[in-house]
Antibody, heavy 117, light 108 residues
Framework: QVQLQQWGAGLLKPSETLSLTCGVFGGSFSGYYWNWIRQPPGKGLEWIGAINHSGITNYNPSLKSRVSISLDTSKKQFFLRLSSVTAADTSVYYC???????????WGQGTLVTVSS | EIVLTQSPGTLSLSPGERATLSCRASQTISSSYLGWYQQKPGQPPRLLIYAASSRATAIPDRFSGSGSGTDFTLTISRLEPEDFAVYYCQQYHGSPWTFGQGTKVEIK
């Protein structure tokens, strides 16, 4: 049974850097791409970016200048960093496993990140 | 970027009724790369349908997907109380992967 568990700071000040970690429990780390997706309160879903097991990344152009996704295969973890946050970055952030044929098959529980001075 | 437009925004129905949700893409996408998700309050989305018409693991057969090209449909044949939620379509045909804005299925 695959489970994704995520953690990280939930309250940031403007201009700080958001950092989240997602741990993968069960299943293989290779053969999939590992994603971050966010959802502002009461709104829809936005794909942030992804990384595969080889470390190749793919980012949403709307966030590309501020986003970095990396991974540690030995720990089966991947990471999100989003720099220079503003109130507009306040969202629930999800990690998710991507399957080329199936889309986002497993999701983390979500982390609410609030940006406020 | 491929824009997905869902309609209607809200669907008010009674348990036992049939729900038909629409998703229109701004350009042709392969049906192999269109999915549907269900989201309930406080929970992450759950994959229902992938490749436009294939049910994900443990998804009841009252959920079905269809469509091709730019027009796709999610049908719930008979609404159960647990089906009242928000539904999103999502394409993984071209990067950036995008979601529709969602359709809320509420109890009438």
């Amino acid at each position: 049974q695959v489970q994704l568990q995520q953690w990280g700071a939930g309250l940031l000040k403007p201009s700080e850097t958001l950092s989240l970690t997602c741990g993968v429990f069960g299943g293989s780390f290779s053969g999939y791409y590992w994603n971050w997706i966010r959802q502002p309160p009461g709104k829809g879903l936005e794909w942030i970016g992804a990384i595969n097991h080889s470390g190749i990344t793919n980012y949403n152009p709307s966030l590309k200048s501020r986003v970095s996704i990396s991974l540690d295969t030995s720990k089966k973890q991947f990471f999100l960093r989003l720099s220079s946050v503003t109130a507009a970055d306040t969202s629930v952030y999800y990690c998710a496993r991507g399957d080329t044929a199936m889309g986002f098959t497993y999701w983390g529980q979500g982390t609410l990140v609030t940006v406020s001075s | 970027e491929i824009v997905l437009t869902q309609s209607p925004g809200t669907l008010s129905l009674s348990p036992g009724e049939r729900a038909t949700l629409s998703c229109r893409a701004s350009q042709t996408i392969s049906s192999s790369y269109l999915g549907w998700y269900q989201q309930k309050p406080g929970q992450p989305p759950r994959l229902l349908i992938y490749a436009a018409s294939s049910r994900a693991t443990a998804i009841p057969d009252r959920f079905s997907g269809s469509g091709s090209g730019t027009d796709f449909t999610l049908t719930i044949s008979r609404l159960e109380p647990e089906d009242f939620a928000v539904y999103y379509c999502q394409q993984y045909h071209g990067s950036p992967w995008t979601f529709g804005q969602g359709t809320k299925v509420e109890i009438k």
